[in-house]
């Protein structure tokens, strides 16, 4: 665990929250804080701890409960520790139509965690979300940026075994 | 003019570079505009065109952008929603994924049309690899002058950033959108004030789809008039329709406004009918909130007319017997789905993205998920069919934003047009496990 005075965004992080911060009028830099939380999220650990939010609070110059109020709004930032691979399951609509609960089942099954739960070996954990616009080629999961798609069990297989040998946590940004 | 205005090169290989995208005619609509036409010129050509917003709404995009406000000294923006997250909608992906130059030209030009020298494209967070798609393209067209100071020698500048979403349906309706590019919650704005006169940071700014954008590059190119030729009536031009669940070939279609949906969902063009040899049971089609028609409605109007592809011909009936065209999520389902279990993901979906901020949806939206759950666990009674109406018919109409709508409506259909299944899950409430839903996966023995 981390304390508050580590905090701090590595050197190529800092350029980017510089880059982020141009985006806007000078006196409008909250505004960066989504894409801030993003940043943070990835750079530690992937999930946002009081502490970590407090430092981005820091850097945009706001009152911390400005940030605590939007990341526990918005669904893609995780308020607690995460597996390595946050694994998240499409269920609405078309995905429900093409099996997306016979994926979650057999993720369960694969990496021995309830939905919700971090696997043993804290590399998986399942996170069911709603429409991520891959209706099309249904059913599919997110795992950081990257989408699998059209997903069969044998899929699933080879994804899972991949990434255990990858072996890096997941990100978006 | 072809009847394909935006896919025209969706499938030659490297497409998404400045390169190969100028090769086939990219950027000639800025050219034209920035060359030849005065900012009011393009608003005029947008008017004559008909368009009308591609995110849902349908609402005429000329006079939208004629609304917009122009105090002196104060910048204006444009705000481009890509914040696509109506299930079944999954075209403006497709469109930043494979052509994303084709965007971005569309927003230089309505920039320039629009008088906003800053302009931003909001994408929903889960799309992070678009956004990145989006970056490299703009990071092109600033280095070959498309973007930044004095674009073509024009004196235009403009300045064009992808801002990512956290994952909130609620920022696809545009006043939650300008609240979180604001760095707030995707709270909606009580209107008035309307984006136009009190938009991004308090300015007169435009929102606009994905698809819409992308549409003013062609009604640049070919002028307003003849865009208007394409389509039927008051829908014209193309639309990107997003087709998914039991059809034979699910995926994004540009189609010519006014196609008959018998001729969408059967034709090899199209969908190529319903896999497995199934017939059509129902069909969604204009993304979740538009109402459910059962196949003899979809395919005909109650008037026993073919029913097109339109604004007018979806909706045509209004809610009794028929639908909308929304964003074009079109979600086709076989003779085995389950309508009840359908519907039942949908009001998970909406409880999920309330808000929060008024009672009639916050609340609302939670019921509706609880007693459809009732239904599919077996414990429902009769009675819980009209406390589902009941429900619903409180929220229509008490929201300070449209999301109390579109999990209403989902529910009233289902209830007006298959009311039997609900009543059948309660008289014989086992008969929920027989339905089979899953077609490309083997069924698979519970662990």
Same mark, same amino acid.
């Given at each position: @665990?981390? !304390? !508050?005075?580590?905090?701090?965004?590595?050197?190529?992080?800092?350029?980017?929250?510089?880059?982020?911060?141009?985006?806007?009028?000078?006196?409008?830099?909250?505004?960066?804080?989504?894409?801030?939380?993003?940043?943070?999220?990835?750079?530690?650990?992937?999930?946002?701890?009081?502490?970590? @939010?407090?430092?981005?609070?820091?850097?945009?110059?706001?009152?911390?409960?400005?940030?605590?109020?939007?990341?526990?709004?918005?669904? @893609?930032?995780?308020?607690?520790?995460?597996?390595?691979?946050?694994?998240?399951?499409?269920?609405?609509?078309?995905?429900? @139509?093409?099996?997306?609960?016979?994926?979650?089942?057999?993720?369960?099954?694969?990496?021995?965690?309830?939905?919700?739960?971090?696997?043993?070996?804290? &590399?998986?954990?399942?996170? !069911?979300?709603?429409?991520?616009?891959?209706?099309?080629?249904?059913? &599919?999961?997110?795992?950081?940026?990257?989408?699998?798609?059209?997903?069969?069990?044998?899929?699933?297989? !080879?994804?899972?075994?991949?990434? #255990?040998?990858?072996?890096? #946590?997941?990100?978006?940004? | 003019?072809?009847?394909?205005?935006?896919?025209?090169?969706?499938?030659?290989?490297?497409?998404?570079?400045?390169?190969?995208?100028?090769?086939?005619?990219?950027?000639?609509?800025?050219?034209?505009?920035?060359?030849?036409?005065?900012?009011?010129?393009?608003?005029?050509?947008?008017?004559?065109?008909?368009?009308?917003?591609?995110?849902?709404?349908?609402?005429?995009?000329?006079?939208?952008?004629?609304?917009?406000?122009?105090?002196?000294?104060?910048?204006?923006?444009?705000?481009?929603?890509?914040?696509?997250?109506?299930?079944?909608?999954?075209?403006? +992906?497709?469109?930043?994924?494979?052509?994303?130059?084709?965007?971005?030209?569309?927003?230089?030009?309505?920039?320039?049309?629009?008088?906003?020298?800053?302009?931003?494209?909001?994408?929903?967070?889960?799309?992070?690899?678009?956004?990145?798609?989006?970056?490299?393209?703009?990071?092109?067209?600033?280095?070959?002058?498309?973007?930044?100071?004095?674009?073509?020698?024009?004196?235009?500048?403009?300045?064009?950033?992808?801002?990512?979403?956290?994952?909130?349906?609620?920022?696809?309706?545009?006043?939650?959108?300008?609240?979180?590019?604001?760095?707030? +919650?995707?709270?909606?704005?009580?209107?008035?004030?309307?984006?136009?006169?009190?938009?991004?940071?308090? $300015?007169?700014?435009?929102?606009?789809?994905?698809?819409?954008?992308?549409?003013?590059?062609?009604?640049?190119?070919?002028?307003?008039?003849?865009?208007?030729?394409?389509?039927?009536?008051?829908?014209?031009?193309?639309?990107?329709?997003?087709?998914?669940?039991?059809?034979?070939?699910?995926?994004?279609?540009?189609?010519?406004?006014?196609?008959?949906?018998?001729?969408?969902?059967?034709?090899?063009?199209?969908?190529?009918?319903? +896999?497995?040899?199934?017939?059509?049971?129902?069909?969604?089609?204009?993304?979740?909130?538009?109402?459910?028609?059962?196949?003899?409605?979809?395919?005909?109007?109650?008037?026993?007319?073919? $029913?097109?592809?339109?604004?007018?011909?979806? %909706?045509?009936?209004?809610?009794?017997?028929?639908?909308?065209?929304?964003?074009?999520?079109?979600?086709?389902?076989?003779?085995?789905?389950?309508?009840?279990?359908?519907?039942?993901?949908?009001?998970?979906?909406?409880?999920?993205?309330?808000?929060?901020?008024? %009672?009639?949806?916050?609340?609302?939206?939670?019921?509706?998920?609880?007693?459809?759950?009732?239904?599919?666990?077996?414990?429902?009674?009769?009675?819980?069919?009209?406390?589902?109406?009941?429900?619903?018919?409180?929220?229509?109409?008490?929201?300070?934003?449209?999301?109390?709508?579109?999990?209403?409506?989902?529910?009233?259909?289902?209830?007006?047009?298959?009311?039997?299944?609900?009543?059948?899950?309660?008289?014989?409430?086992?008969?929920?496990?027989?339905?089979?839903?899953?077609?490309?996966?083997?069924?698979?023995?519970?662990?």
């Amino acid at each position: @665990m981390t !304390t !508050t005075t580590e905090i701090k965004f590595s050197d190529s992080a800092q350029q980017q929250v510089q880059e982020i911060l141009n985006q806007y009028p000078a006196d409008k830099s909250k505004s960066a804080l989504l894409p801030l939380l993003h940043l943070a999220q990835a750079e530690f650990d992937g999930w946002l701890s009081a502490p970590v @939010m407090d430092y981005v609070a820091s850097i945009l110059n706001i009152q911390p409960i400005e940030v605590y109020e939007v990341a526990s709004f918005y669904s @893609m930032f995780n308020l607690k520790p995460v597996g390595k691979y946050l694994i998240e399951v499409c269920q609405t609509s078309s995905c429900w @139509m093409n099996g997306s609960e016979d994926i979650v089942r057999y993720l369960e099954r694969t990496i021995q965690a309830e939905t919700g739960q971090i696997s043993p070996d804290g &590399m998986f954990q399942i996170k !069911t979300v709603e429409c991520l616009g891959s209706c099309g080629t249904a059913p &599919m999961f997110q795992i950081g940026d990257k989408f699998y798609e059209n997903l069969t069990f044998e899929k699933i297989d !080879t994804i899972l075994d991949d990434l #255990r040998k990858e072996n890096k #946590r997941s990100r978006y940004v | 003019m072809s009847k394909k205005l935006l896919l025209t090169y969706d499938h030659i290989p490297g497409i998404n570079t400045l390169e190969v995208y100028r090769q086939n005619n990219g950027y000639k609509s800025l050219e034209k505009a920035l060359k030849t036409m005065k900012s009011d010129d393009i608003v005029e050509e947008v008017k004559k065109s008909g368009l009308r917003g591609r995110g849902g709404a349908g609402f005429p995009t000329g006079m939208k952008w004629s609304f917009l406000a122009k105090p002196e000294g104060v910048p204006r923006h444009l705000v481009c929603n890509a914040d696509e997250s109506e299930p079944g909608t999954f075209k403006d +992906r497709y469109l930043m994924e494979r052509i994303p130059h084709l965007l971005i030209e569309g927003m230089i030009v309505s920039s320039y049309a629009l008088g906003a020298n800053t302009s931003y494209i909001y994408v929903r967070g889960e799309y992070f690899y678009i956004i990145k798609i989006l970056q490299n393209a703009i990071k092109e067209a600033y280095a070959a002058g498309l973007l930044g100071k004095n674009i073509l020698g024009s004196g235009y500048d403009l300045d064009l950033y992808v801002q990512p979403g956290g994952g909130a349906y609620i920022c696809g309706e545009e006043t939650a959108l300008l609240e979180s590019l604001e760095g707030k +919650r995707g709270n909606p704005r009580l209107k008035p004030p309307f984006p136009a006169v009190a938009g991004l940071w308090g $300015r007169p700014t435009v929102v606009n789809n994905v698809e819409t954008i992308a549409a003013v590059v062609p009604i640049v190119n070919f002028g307003g008039e003849e865009y208007a030729k394409i389509g039927i009536g008051k829908s014209t031009g193309t639309k990107l329709i997003s087709a998914s669940g039991h059809i034979n070939k699910p995926g994004v279609y540009e189609i010519e406004l006014g196609v008959p949906v018998e001729e969408f969902i059967y034709s090899d063009e199209y969908c190529g009918g319903i +896999r497995n040899g199934k017939k059509l049971k129902a069909v969604v089609a204009g993304g979740s909130s538009v109402p459910i028609l059962p196949t003899e409605l979809i395919l005909k109007t109650a008037k026993g007319e073919p $029913r097109l592809m339109s604004y007018e011909s979806l %909706s045509d009936g209004g809610f009794a017997t028929g639908t909308m065209l929304g964003s074009g999520g079109f979600i086709a389902m076989d003779e085995d789905t389950s309508i009840v279990k359908n519907l039942f993901t949908f009001a998970r979906f909406y409880h999920h993205e309330s808000c929060g901020q008024c %009672s009639p949806c916050r609340e609302g939206t939670g019921w509706m998920e609880k007693i459809l759950k009732k239904f599919i666990d077996g414990k429902a009674t009769m009675s819980d069919i009209d406390l589902l109406w009941d429900v619903q018919s409180k929220i229509e109409g008490k929201t300070i934003c449209p999301l109390g709508e579109a999990a209403a409506w989902p529910v009233a259909a289902a209830i007006r047009h298959f009311r039997h299944e609900f009543e059948e899950y309660v008289k014989n409430p086992q008969s929920i496990h027989d339905v089979k839903h899953y077609f490309r996966l083997n069924n698979l023995v519970e662990a």
